[in-house]
């Protein structure tokens, strides 16, 4: 099949598209997630539920026990965020090979979308309620992610669930610490291995390119520690048209394991002898338990 056979066939990239963003995306697998293949459209609401406490009742002989809510109240998450990313490849660019086209296209557009959705869940870090956790040096993350684990037991988050999520500077740091290198002490020796902490006092650790970065002159990289339960996401299908209608065929493709779905349109413009192409994504983040989160707020060093 040459490559411009297989341009007109959307389905594969679309396909090769929504691997790619499976694969890039790191903070969807470490919050509360609703994510369905559901058709939805921009705007409409879902309903999740946060995760309240429960507490253990002395049995009284005469009026007995009260049950209590076993799944927690229901938080209203909006699917405010359709996002979109388009560009319009000429015939002599539809004619390169599928591997070209992915690495000149498609993986630009995925990418796009990652930082998109990274970002928006990186940002709900000014919802947690505790006090931002100051690191003014390299060999302060020992103390601070000691700190932050104090914290999340004092809050009582279980000790599954928690992560640590750092941008790419502060996991380089933390990756060259005696403390976090030496394998009786972290646990892992994936530090000394691939520059990767693996777990950070009770924390597994991840790298994110969605980590903020704020201020001027003194620019604030605000690391996030957290539960699972502190923050929501949820995604939902988009509707495709009935696979072709005019010269526009559109898809929507859904990953079978995390239900995460991408939508893929395609048109040709005869007058420009050019496709217009789209990848879109729908989605919407929302904090659920304020308190269960702490920033790890950085700079210099």
Known sequence: ???????????????????????????????????????????????????????????????????????????????????????QPTDRDNAKSIANLVEDNVDPAVQAIVEDVEGSIAGLHSDFTATP???????????????????????????????????????????????????????????????????????????????????SPTLYRYNMFFHKAAIGMVARTLSPAAGQSGNVTQTTLTDPQTKLSLRWTQSYTHNRFASLVSLDFLYGVKTLMADLGIVGKASGF
């Not at 090769?16 to 293949?37: C, N, Q």
């Not at 000790?159 to 933390?174: H, K, L, P, Q, T």
């Open 133 to 215: 956790l100051t690191v003014g040096s390299a060999g302060a993350w020992e103390t601070q992610a000691a700190a932050a684990q104090i914290y999340l037991n004092n809050a009582k988050a279980p000790d599954v669930g928690r992560s640590a999520v750092f941008c790419s500077e502060d996991m380089g740091a933390i990756a060259k610490l005696s403390s976090f290198q030496d394998l009786s002490k972290s646990g892992s020796n994936t530090a000394l291995r691939e520059g990767i902490v693996g777990r950070v006092k009770g924390f597994n650790s991840y790298r994110s390119s969605g980590i903020k970065k704020v201020g």
């Open 1 to 87: 099949m040459t490559a411009q056979a297989t341009m007109n066939t959307p389905t594969l990239l679309a396909r090769i598209a929504l691997d790619l963003l499976v694969g890039a995306l790191v903070l969807p697998g470490l919050v509360r997630t609703d994510i369905s293949d559901l058709l939805a459209s921009y705007g409409e609401t879902v309903q999740m539920r946060r995760r309240d406490p429960m507490t253990a009742q002395t049995v009284d002989p005469d009026t007995g026990w009260s049950t209590q809510a076993l799944s927690g109240s229901l938080v209203n998450v909006s699917l405010d965020k359709h996002k979109v990313v388009g560009w």
